[in-house]
């Protein structure tokens, strides 16, 4: 008996050693405890992360890819050192060092990349493979990479008609400090850190998880080529991290990032002592919409939203000179620069003012979105295919009788075009006019053609300033936002019932819905 007791007590203190704070390295693994039920594994060859084992639960996939940054960097040098409270491993490949950092009593894995130059693969993220056994379900895009394949190899069908792709896990950077993917009595959440280096500004979105059938991936995007509006930021991406909690939405205490200072030596660091803010004032945007304020150039990005009274804040900015941007909803209306000083805060303000001429009519809002249009609810979420979808067929849009949302949301050459507006003109009202058309995004160098009363016709304006890539089919309606202005002479107009017809010019090929487009943000006709 005094044996057994004797074993036991053994066991016992070995597992509570076992579960202290520390690391150990072998040939082929870092083993680092954090203290908090987890303990994670960095392979020494390549700083690939291998094992993620939370409360004993073993959470990496049982395919034989590791979690990783990029798609691996192959070989690289790995140290390991531990500095006061946290264990610093480093992987350096090149110019490039991967970071992970834990932090005593935190169930986190928290990493940074120092990436001052692009991969040459074109894009830079860390994808966390999860056992989906395990962690099952995502807050978003549940269902992707699954059915058949009917674009690419990332947009797939499924037996109900409905469409799956890993694109459709994506929300915008502004809303998006976290996500995550969980199972009965465990989640695992990407905490995004503050995106100073990412690109495409607040409204920007990219891949958050994808689901195979062994797989659940986990993803933070720093930047890819996905719709995207920027160059890439060379630099210290991060701190972002892994956060691991038996199923609820991770605490204030897993989320501070405070620990990161100087004393780490991660390269590219800058210190809250070195950085500055700004804060101001914002005014004329439209009544209803929310106010957005981002800063940018070509080293940083930050944004905020403005309260209620046009005020904002904007801390933890790193000094320089800055465009400052006023949004309404996700519409640029007004810009203006800002210098940023370390240790200081500058004052600022923008004001928009609106466009010229009386606005007569109009369909939808001016807001950098297709809201309210026809289909717009599912765009960010189903491939234009989706049986939810209503059908894309070309329309005639009354003024002053229909509703918005019997406008379409986007319109394809191949697909639903033209589309005609009707609205009607008494006597005094033949003058000459503008019609406006605004768009958040044309695919394959698409721009509107307009013609009026089938017996004139504007000349084809140049196709717009777009990322060269997929996009509406990839659920995103958001490329860069512009407005494309036609003046109607008076002689185009008669009395009564006016046809507007809009169609889709592109020097470019393109079959269905990846025929040249463009998605609608609104329409106003405008007397000058």
């Not at 992360?49 to 990783?68: D, I």
């Not at 605004?438 to 300033?465: D, E, H, K, M, Y």
């Amino acid at each position: 008996m005094r044996r057994l007791m004797l074993i036991v007590l053994c066991t016992l203190a070995a597992q509570a050693h076992a579960a202290g704070f520390g690391f150990t390295r072998s040939d082929a693994r870092i083993v680092v405890d954090t203290g908090a039920n987890l303990v994670f594994s960095v392979d020494t060859r390549n700083g690939d992360l291998v094992s993620m084992r939370y409360r004993g639960n073993e959470l990496q996939t049982t395919e034989p890819k590791a979690s990783q940054i990029a798609s691996g960097l192959g070989s690289a040098q790995v140290e390991a050192r531990t500095v006061g409270d946290v264990i610093v491993i480093s992987a350096r490949s090149g110019e490039l060092i991967h970071y992970y950092l834990a932090n005593k009593g935190r169930a986190a894995i928290y990493m940074a990349t120092y990436a001052p130059t692009l991969l040459p693969v074109g894009e830079l993220r860390f994808v966390a493979r999860l056992n989906v056994s395990k962690l099952p379900k995502a807050q978003r895009g549940t269902d992707s990479n699954v059915g058949t394949a009917i674009e690419g190899k990332d947009v797939f069908l499924l037996a109900d008609g409905r469409t799956s792709s890993k694109f459709y896990s994506a929300q915008p950077m502004i809303d998006d400090p976290l996500h995550g993917v969980k199972g009965p009595g465990v989640a695992v959440y990407m905490l995004m850190g503050n995106r100073e280096l990412s690109a495409g500004g607040p409204f920007f979105k990219d891949i958050a998880t994808q689901k195979t059938p062994v797989t659940h991936e986990l993803y933070n995007y720093m930047f890819s080529n996905h719709t995207q509006t920027e160059r890439f930021r060379g630099g210290l991406h991060g701190v972002y991290g892994l956060l691991f909690t038996d199923g609820d939405a991770p605490g204030a205490a897993l989320t501070d990032l405070g620990f990161v200072d100087n004393h780490l030596g991660l390269a590219g660091f800058v210190g809250s002592a070195e950085r500055g803010a700004v804060a101001g004032q914002v005014g004329g945007v439209a009544h209803g919409l929310p106010a957005v304020v981002g800063l940018s150039n070509a080293n940083a990005q930050y944004w905020a939203r403005a309260d209620g009274s046009g005020r904002f804040q904007l801390t933890g900015v790193r000094p320089g000179h800055y465009r400052m941007t006023l949004y309404q909803g996700e519409l640029e209306v007004a810009q203006s620069w800002v210098d940023i000083s370390a240790g200081a805060t500058s004052q600022a303000s923008v004001q928009a003012h609106p466009l010229a001429g009386e606005v007569k009519w109009q369909i939808g809002l001016p807001d950098g979105t297709p809201t309210g249009f026809l289909n717009a609810h599912l765009l960010a979420s189903a491939h234009p295919s989706d049986a939810r979808m209503k059908p894309w067929e070309p329309v005639t849009y009354r003024v002053g009788t229909d509703r918005p949302d019997a406008f379409p949301a986007a319109q394809w050459r191949d697909v639903n075009s033209p589309t005609r507006i009707q609205f009607v003109l008494a006597a005094n009202e033949l003058r000459a006019c503008r019609l406006r058309l605004f768009i958040s995004l044309a695919q394959a160098g698409g721009r509107p053609t307009v013609s009026v009363n089938q017996q004139w016709t504007a000349p084809v304006p140049q196709a717009s300033n777009q990322p060269d890539s997929r996009g509406i089919t990839r659920g995103t309606y958001r490329g860069n936002n512009t407005v494309f202005e036609v003046s109607v002479p008076a002689t185009a107009l008669r009395v009564g019932v006016n046809t507007l017809e809009v169609g889709v010019a592109s020097g470019k090929t393109g079959q269905g819905f990846l025929s040249p487009g463009v998605v609608f943000d609104s329409v106003q006709w405008v007397q000058e």
